[in-house]
């Protein structure tokens, strides 16, 4: 299977360059792989060059966890790092991703410095 890189993501995201929209469409029609950290950097992307808000980010992850040709990389631990983002967006999704990827891999707590991650179950303040 075909993997796509974090340009791709927000060309089917913001749909804000048609040309590349409509190739990242092409790109994808016959299924493709995201991978975490392309994932992570397009979250990233959105936030600090699109200025989308906590709202928007998680519409964003959502449409990606269900697009019907996208395989997300553990799917399981997105979906899950969705779910505590939309209860705790002051969280940040990279830091709820990296909290339920360490959960699934087996791996609490997560140690941390940050205040509001670390009142998460599983995340341990240090």
Not at 48 to 60: D, E, F, H
Not at 65 to 73: P, R, S, T
């Given at each position: 299977m075909?993997?796509?890189?974090?340009?791709?993501?927000?060309?089917?995201?913001t749909r804000d360059d048609p040309r590349q929209a409509a190739a990242a469409d092409a790109f994808i029609a016959k299924g493709a792989w995201v991978s975490l950290l392309a994932l992570t950097e397009a979250i990233w992307v959105l936030a600090?060059?699109?200025?989308?808000?906590?709202?928007?980010?998680?519409?964003?992850v959502d449409?990606?966890?269900?697009?019907?040709?996208?395989?997300?990389?553990?799917?399981?631990?997105?979906?899950?790092a969705l779910d505590l983002f939309r209860s705790r967006?002051?969280?940040?999704f990279s830091d709820c991703l990296m909290l339920q990827i360490a959960r699934k891999a087996g791996h609490l707590p997560?140690?941390?410095?940050?205040?509001?991650?670390?009142?998460i179950d599983g995340a341990q303040k240090l």
């Open positions: 075909r993997a796509v890189d974090t340009n791709v993501l927000i060309r089917l995201v600090a060059v699109y200025q989308r808000n906590a709202a928007g980010i998680a519409t964003a449409m990606l966890l269900n697009h019907e040709q996208l395989v997300i990389q553990d799917a399981d631990a997105v979906a899950a967006p002051s969280l940040g997560l140690g941390t410095f940050d205040r509001g991650l670390g009142r």
